[in-house]
């Protein structure tokens, strides 16, 4: 008889909720090995007793095989002394306030329950709420650790004998599915018109079907539905129907930011949008994003749906509600009369958090919507869709939050219990500890009361599931920064005892994001380009056009964008065309009338503004790329007053891709002093001569689409010339360049970018795993602080 050996052993990573241990229990089956599975609040523990050639089997399955959602950190194997079992068992979770217990992400609707959910034989066909272990909502229904049905928003929804069966059975698909339910025990669909007047009509409340057959009717006839999803409110009409789009611009008090849309399927958005094989991939993984797409025009999707844009943000759907949407037949004319393409916008208002409760819905949402399709399983925790790009074959976040959020990134080493509280638009936070660092779902802009609460419990919601009681607290520079104020409040209210707080400079926090998600050790330097609308500088000024060489614990600035005035700071942001007049005036070009943004300024605060900018008046300094980027914008005439951030360069990319073909011929340059060969002043980098060239073409009547694929090729050119010539003057060995900054968010840029830094030999980062705009910024800062503590810099 061969000899018998018993080992204990440990999985960490995403392993609850996952259908571990039906897996782990079928593997013990086929491997012929006795002992038990469970979950704790570290993961998964597992006893196994065999012959040592299957115990190795099975350990090697444990991984290889690992079921689809999970998501496999450490495994750790003890041999202990054998007991002679025979079977094998799952036993009861066993709950201990430890952290490192990770937790899933909501993720889309697996395909054998899409298959339940039309097949009329089955118990669960057509039921909104169908899921299992590889499937359905996670984070946003788990208020704490374990991971178990008393501690989600299933609690209320006892499981009939039918469900309590599958539930039971270590060999079915919904062993231990937490939010597992069926028509009979599970959630509940209700249609409910927003008014009485709406009311009177003859449509009376409906459930279930009924209430989907309502919902659709209504946006079928062009109306607007607040829908009910797995993170929030969604907002919904007819996305070809142009009156009800424009309608929900009206109500929603949204001029021109883009709305998203859902399409039934791959075929219906090739219809609208092309879509590359990466970005095929990206729009069916299980996280389903919001996913920007180059528009194909002319289409059937409404024009104000995206105005101004060349791409439009597209999703497929990812719950079973969102399918049943797209496939349910109109019962009168038997046809799928259904949109097949809906705007899906957050149920908000503004800048608002997105709305998760059926009471505020109806009460916040009412004047916004016709009808309300909703259910009754709470939202714990709300959580907007993400938003991504492809660059390069890989993803380009623009938004981290459903899909992806709370699942960690994983740094380079271990920190100390830290709370980075990031910046102020776009906002995230990030919980880190050892060598996880959790970012938080994206929490909008925090600038009023409604996002601070939700920032609030959001954290208080991480420091519960993941068990982190933070030691340090990290914040921007900003002084006006909400976010930092709020840090300066809880350490002095001492929430955390003992914590300390550290303000962070905001470029090299950006950069310290890249580099942490690169998983850089932080010995050698990286050469940070960091081009973004605003972050505060150390000396007072505005910064956003600086080329930094930084490692986790200091930076030097080596070079920047000249400092020019941004007359009355946030006038100017929104008026690009009075912008454009103030970086014209201290270049010395004069204003000619014959220039869009001249033309744009109205006599009398053109008088006002150059008396301003004479005595230089309320005119803050920046050294900004963004604001460049909209002072060209405006001298292009694409754009001169913005209703939502960074629509200027957004309307200034789409202008230069569409001419992408074209060949553009001579490029626009910067001044900078080629020749200096001394480090210790920053270089500065003129955009008058760039400026001035432009000037001359819209004058001599140049398209704006070669303008505007000029000055991003000249950006290009210079991010590279300079990154060569710093890195040859440089004493130290540099590991890479690094792209951040909101800036990066332009594809095009990054594109001719990257392609001129490869060319020169360059290793080059980019973004994948958090955004390159503000909400990346607290993965920087949580890592910063801890190197600053422990590894010291070589920058002081
Ligand atoms: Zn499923
Ligand atoms: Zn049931
Ligand atoms: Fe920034």
């Given amino acids: 008889m061969a000899a018998i050996s018993r080992q204990r052993i440990t999985v960490t990573g995403v392993v609850q909720g996952v ?5 782990v229990y079928g593997l013990a089956q086929r491997m012929n090995v006795s002992g038990f599975v469970g979950n704790d609040s570290h993961g998964v523990f597992i006893e196994v007793e065999g012959a040592i050639h299957a115990l190795e089997a099975f350990c090697n399955a444990l991984v290889a095989e690992a079921p689809p959602l999970a998501y496999i950190d450490e495994v750790t194997t003890v041999p202990i002394p054998a007991q002679a079992g025979t079977e094998f068992f799952i036993v009861q979770s066993q709950a201990q306030p430890l952290h490192g217990t990770l937790i899933s992400p909501d993720l889309t609707l697996c395909d054998d329950c899409l298959l339940e959910l039309f097949d009329p034989a089955n118990r669960r066909y057509r039921y909104p709420f169908i899921n299992c272990t590889n499937c359905g909502p996670r984070f946003t229904i788990t208020k704490d ?182 496939a349910t037949p109109d019962r009168q004319s038997g046809a799928a009369h259904q949109p097949s393409v809906l705007v899906m916008t957050s149920g908000n208002y503004a800048s608002e958090p997105i709305v998760r409760h059926n009471d505020e819905a109806v009460r916040q949402l009412a004047p916004l919507v016709d009808a309300f399709l909703l259910h009754n399983r709470d939202i714990y925790v709300p959580c907007d869709d993400s938003v991504m790009r492809v660059f390069g074959g890989q993803e380009l976040p623009i938004r981290r939050s459903r899909g992806y959020a709370p699942f960690p990134v994983k740094l380079p080493f271990a920190v100390e219990p830290t709370l980075a509280v990031g910046g102020e638009l776009k906002s995230t936070f990030c919980l880190a500890h050892e060598r996880f660092a959790f970012m938080s779902q994206h929490m909008g802009d925090m600038e009023n009361l409604e996002t601070l609460a939700a920032f609030e419990q959001a954290v208080a919601h991480f420091e519960a599931l993941f068990r982190i009681s933070p030691q340090q607290l990290v914040c921007d520079m900003h002084p006006r920064y909400l976010s930092t104020q709020w840090a300066q409040r809880w350490l002095a209210q001492e929430r955390w005892p003992g914590a300390r707080l550290l303000q962070v400079q905001h470029h090299h926090a950006h950069v310290a994001s890249m580099m942490a998600e690169n998983e850089l050790d932080g010995a050698m330097p990286v050469l940070g380009v960091c081009f973004d ?264």
């Fill in 533 to 796: 609308g605003t972050g505060y500088g150390p000396d007072g000024t505005i910064w956003g056009g600086e080329v930094l060489l930084a490692d986790y614990g200091g930076y030097q600035r080596l070079a920047h964008l000249k400092p020019l005035p941004l007359p009355g700071g946030d006038a100017a942001v929104k008026r690009p065309y009075r912008l454009a007049l103030a970086w014209l005036w201290a270049c010395g070009i004069p204003w000619d009338e014959e220039l869009p943004p001249v033309a744009a300024c109205p006599p009398s605060e053109r008088s006002v503004l150059q008396r301003q900018l004479e005595r230089s008046f309320n005119c803050v300094q920046t050294s900004s790329m963004g604001r460049l980027f909209d002072v060209v914008a405006a001298l292009v005439g694409v754009r001169q007053t913005i209703t939502y951030e960074a629509q200027a360069a957004v309307e200034l990319e789409a202008l230069a891709a569409a001419a992408e073909e074209e060949d553009v011929g001579n490029l626009y340059s910067f001044g900078w002093d080629r020749a200096s060969a001394n480090l210790a002043h920053p270089m500065v980098l003129d955009p008058s001569p760039l400026l001035r060239a432009i000037v001359g073409d819209v004058l001599a009547g140049a398209a704006p689409g070669v303008v505007a694929r000029r000055f991003h090729l000249a950006v290009a050119e210079m991010v590279a010339q300079l990154c060569v010539q710093l890195v040859q003057q440089s004493k130290q060995q540099i590991a890479a360049v690094a792209l951040s900054g909101g800036v990066f968010q332009n594809v095009h840029l990054l594109e001719q970018t990257t392609a001129r830094l490869h060319n020169a030999g360059l290793r080059t980062l980019t973004h994948r795993q958090v955004p390159a705009n503000d909400g990346g910024l607290a993965l920087g800062q949580a890592i910063i602080a801890s190197a600053r503590a422990t590894l010291g810099t070589s920058f002081e």
């Fill in 145 to 326: 650790i374990p991971y178990d049905r008393p501690l989600t928003t299933m609690a209320p929804f006892p499981m009939c004998s039918a469900c309590q069966a599958e539930y039971e059975n270590p060999l079915d698909r919904r062993f231990h599915a937490q939010p597992n339910a069926c028509p009979r025990c599970g959630p509940q669909l209700t249609f409910q018109w927003s008014t009485a007047a709406a009311a009177a009509d003859g449509t009376e409340e409906a459930v279930q079907d009924a209430a989907l057959l309502a919902a659709l009717a209504l946006l079928r006839g062009g109306g607007i539905v607040a829908i009910k999803g797995i993170g929030g409110f969604h907002l919904a009409c007819a996305a070809t129907d142009e009156q009800a789009v424009q309608q929900m611009r009206q109500r929603k008090g949204r001029i021109d930011k883009p709305f998203a849309v859902m399409a039934a399927d791959l075929e219906t958005v090739r219809r609208f949008a092309h879509v590359s094989a990466d970005e095929a991939a990206l729009l069916t993984s299980r996280a389903r994003p919001i996913v920007l797409l180059r528009k194909k025009e002319p289409s059937s999707i409404a024009a104000s749906v995206a105005p101004g844009n060349h791409c439009i943000g597209v999703m497929l759907p990812y719950s079973p509600l969102h399918h049943l949407l797209f």
């Fill in 19 to 23: 259908g571990f241990r039906p897996f």
